[in-house]
Nanobody, 118 residues
Framework: QVQLVESGGGLVQAGGSLRLSCAAS????????MGWFRQVPGKEREFVAR????????YYTDPVKGRFTISRDKAKNTVYLQMNSLKPEDTGVYYC???????????WGQGTQVTVSS
């Protein structure tokens, strides 16, 4: 089992920045990659960013490219999402997730709210 705890959400004005953290505990040695997702009421959860744990390769959804940066600290078993130039459409609950394999995410955090005001 892997436990994930997100933090760092909050209320920010458009153009501002936030840094989300996701601390992992448990059987983290099995992690292949970690990702960030977001969800707004009435919509499906959508992919935001992903980082492979061993090499650190990163992937982003197009709307956040150039504004968001995903990174990880292997010693702390923590993944981060630095969000700059935030827009109101970035508002949502942000979840981190742990992937043991190549395609599916096996563990999820409880989520942290990000609200961007215009």
């Amino acid at each position: 089992q892997v436990q994930l705890v997100e933090s760092g959400g909050g209320l920010v004005q458009a153009g501002g920045s936030l840094r989300l953290s996701c601390a992992a505990s448990g059987r983290t040695f099995s992690t292949n990659a970690m990702g960030w997702f977001r969800q707004v009421p009435g919509k499906e959860r959508e992919f935001v960013a992903r980082i492979t744990w061993r090499v650190g390769s990163t992937y982003y959804t197009d709307p956040v490219k150039g504004r968001f940066t995903i990174s990880r600290d292997k010693a702390k078993n923590t993944v981060y999402l630095q969000m700059n130039s935030l827009k109101p459409e970035d508002t949502g609950v942000y979840y981190c997730a742990d992937a043991l394999g190549a395609t599916t995410y096996d563990y999820w955090g409880q989520g942290t709210q990000v609200t961007v005001s215009s």
